[in-house]
């Protein structure tokens, strides 16, 4: 199952549900053990990235199992505060581990992280905001690149973050639910997913104000207590499925649908010409004439256009009667389809010197061998071939099984004609 077979030009129609949500599941499944019980998580994702999440919390020496879509942690007994360099390397969010151990056990030892190749993405923002709270830092190994962090006590203090950095908020977040005083973050991210991991940690018996916003308080308490939680529905699946409906001028209806994180995408998907019709937490995307483009569109924080969404939108503006910009301003790495789009006949350029893409439309894409360079680059590209005329093989289907329970399972249910097939399909 490397590869991802899609004979394209057909339109999506139907109805799908939205899985949970993959980057609000990941900084919650760290935060399991900072409760010395039983957590029961609801709507979580069975994705590879959950996958490796649960294999570093058995290594500590959590109990998983699951149930349907419903994990149960317990993490009574933690027996090491080590994150074998392994299970590191194999994706960046198990770097949420760093504050989660410091909150448990008051001992980390940790590499840096890995995960997709789409630019730098340093960990500085994470070790200055701990070297703040009493914690104490050493680079190990000869490349100095395992970190040893350890502390007798917690101590709560003022973090100015330079970038808003939903990492580093919440690796800050999970130090400081079990510190000793208060911590207030400035210039904390405001995504959705680090307001469901406040959420998540109140249910379990934090002291936290400020959700939501830049600024973010967290009073230590004593300990934390079992809870059961449903995690949100994922805004990136969501927006993804959106622009594939959009690139086939389908009709179908999202349920289970985050409305509201995903505004900005809405907003943008409504100016290509797309009909978006909203109920509470229902959506139907229709489309019926050629997309229209777009003047400019700038990744930025939330609430602004989500850096995820960019290689999907990519995609659909490809297609566009017009002529497209879009600016990358959270990662400098993030260009990568453009080399894959070119050799479905995708019209693109790149400024480097301003991290720009310039795109002019084309009536129709064509089918080819494409390789997905990273996970939402590859989800991307599902949707170039869904759009395209003929037969388009993904390459690297891994990178896509990290965030998608399973593209070709819900787009086949919308009528695609997609599925999962060996590497060296044709």
Known sequence: MSSIK??????????????????????????????????????????????????????????????????????????SPIVSEDSVRKMRSSILFLGALLGRCHEVTIAYPGGCSIGKRPIDYHLNAMAKMNITQEFIGEEENIIHCYTNKIIGNDIFLEFPSVGATQNVLLAAVLSDGKTRIFNAAREPE????????????????????????????????????????????????????????????????????????????????????????????SCKKRLQPIELIRTQPYPGFPTDMQSQMMTVLSLADGRSVIQEEIFESRFQNVYELRKMGAIISLESSSNKAILTGVRKLEGAVVKAHDLRGGAALVIAGLAAQGTTIVQGATSIERGYEDICRDLSALGANICYCSENAS
């Open 6 to 79: 899609v004979v394209g030009d057909e339109q999506l129609k139907g109805e799908l549900k939205i899985q949970g949500s993959k980057n609000a599941a990941l900084p919650v499944i760290a935060a399991t053990i900072l409760n010395k019980g039983i957590t029961i998580l609801r709507n979580c994702p069975k994705i590879l990235d959950v996958y490796h999440m649960i294999k570093i919390l058995e290594e500590l020496g959590c109990k998983t199992k699951w149930e349907g879509n419903t994990l149960y942690v317990d993490s009574t007994v933690i027996t």
């Open 194 to 285: 680090v307001t469901e991991l406040c959420n998540f940690l109140q249910e379990a018996g934090a002291r936290i104000c400020g959700k939501g916003s830049a600024y973010l308080e967290v009073e230590g308490v004593k300990s934390l207590h079992d809870v059961e939680y449903t995690l949100m529905p994922d805004r990136i699946v969501a927006g993804t499925y959106m622009t594939a409906i959009a690139a086939t001028y389908g009709d179908a209806v999202l349920t289970n649908f985050p409305v509201r994180e995903l505004e900005s995408v809405i907003r943008t998907l409504r100016k290509t010409g797309c009909k978006i019709d909203v109920s509470e937490d229902n959506v139907r995307v």
